[in-house]
């Protein structure tokens, strides 16, 4: 890898965590810059401006969740949505906000954005349907209701349970979404 591919990379992996935690309007392309240990001018040679760097981080981001999604189901087969469900809910939920779920910490700010951000985020979200779909043979009925309605029980219940400040609260989310994943 060259030390301008290097460089980009460190960029991207400091504004994966700096958008996560705080939001688009949070983070200042000076702040991204320097939290990958460059100056602005070297971000905008690598990115353009701020919401391009924005859309290739929400590719990104999306995209993690589609390769863990494909993950669980190497690795745990029939087993693969339960092991799933867990992580997003156990590990994935207490994480630091910078390094949570894109899909999760960034859906927000997608909503806020213009339309090509929008565009890719839809894209990529069609990906991860699909990986999920993947894993059919564990869903019962139409695999896209299915996919859609557990992916948004997931987000919403791990976005609700980062929200409340009750740590007792914030498990009874959890586990009540969990119920509601086998359900479906």
Known sequence: MSKKEQTHQRILESMHKTFRQYGYDGAGVNGLASGAGVTSGAFYAHFGSKPKAFREVVIGGVRQTEQAIQHFQD??????????????????????????????SLTPEVVRSGEETREVFQNELTKVVETFNQGKDVLDGDNDTNAWATLAMLIGGVTLARAVKDP?????????VQQAVKKV
């Open 168 to 176: 007792a609260l914030a498990d009874e989310i959890a586990n009540a």
């Open 75 to 104: 690795i745990h087969t029939q087993q693969w949505l339960d092991e799933f469900v867990a992580f997003y809910l156990g590990e994935k939920r207490c994480s630091e906000l910078s390094d949570s779920c894109a899909l999760q």
